[in-house]
């Protein structure tokens, strides 16, 4: 079975600049959420969708972050316009049932 | 949710047991205790999930009082490849439940 996909591995930015990550989740799955991992902490919870309506956006910067996910299946986080502080691992899970999230490998997002 | 404590690192050599100790005094009686394990470079990979006593599956047991107020990792005769970041989380069992992580453990093991 494949797992989470993730895109791009890692991108470099300049600030103000904008930048988008695109995950495709296991087939199937209608929870996808996305998490930010800054260096040294745990992943935050930044956006959490069931099939294609969102169910927890309560960290999500909506000032500079969006997210969405058409079709209830690929889903993108865009950063318009991005900030030094925005460097981080973002991640990408979904899940099936009960809470086991299945994580892609992340994209590496560093912003100059 | 309940907050969750758990020690910053730990060292290890291979082939021991370790056992790493979380914390949760404020767990509620809905919440089951879930572990996630975090290579480098990495998305965190669910390791086990207990509501109460033990439970063991081919990669760690999970060892739970019955006050429920901590629980206890135990990864059997680790090897190098076990180093990573281990982290604790208490919520619901539900689907679409959101994780919500603390630091974690680094583990390091040594030859």
């Known amino acids: 079975e494949a797992g989470v996909a993730q895109s791009p591995r890692y991108k470099i930015i300049e600030k103000r600049q904008s930048v988008a990550f695109w995950c495709n989740p296991i087939?199937?799955?209608?929870?996808l959420y996305w998490y930010q991992q800054i260096l040294g902490q745990g992943p935050k919870l930044l956006i959490q969708?069931?099939?294609?309506?969102?169910?927890?956006d309560s960290q999500l910067p909506k000032d500079r972050f969006s997210a969405e996910r058409l079709k209830g299946v690929d889903s993108t986080l865009k950063i318009q316009p991005a900030k030094l502080e925005d460097s981080a691992v973002y991640l990408c899970?979904?899940?099936?049932?009960?809470?086991?999230?299945?994580f892609g490998p992340g994209t590496r997002l560093t912003v100059l | 949710l309940a907050k969750t404590t758990q020690p910053i690192s730990m060292d290890s050599y291979e082939g021991q047991e370790v056992n790493i100790t979380c914390s949760h005094n404020?767990?509620?009686?809905?919440?089951?205790i879930t572990w996630y394990q975090q290579f480098p470079s990495q998305g965190p990979r669910f390791i086990i999930q207990?509501?109460?006593t033990k439970v063991t599956n081919e990669v760690a047991s999970l060892f739970i009082p019955a006050d429920r107020k901590s629980s206890t990792l135990s990864l059997p005769r680790v090897s190098l490849s076990d180093t990573a970041v281990y982290y604790c989380?208490?919520?619901?069992?539900?689907?679409?439940?959101?994780?919500?992580f603390g630091k974690g453990t680094t583990l390091s093991v040594s030859s």
């Open positions: 899970a979904s899940s099936l049932v009960l809470d086991e999230q299945f």
């Open positions: 087939s199937g799955h209608a929870t």
């Open positions: 969708f069931q099939n294609n309506g969102v169910v927890d």
């Open positions: 404020n767990i509620a009686t809905n919440d089951y």
């Open positions: 207990g509501y109460k």
């Open positions: 989380l208490v919520g619901e069992n539900q689907a679409g439940t959101a994780l919500i």
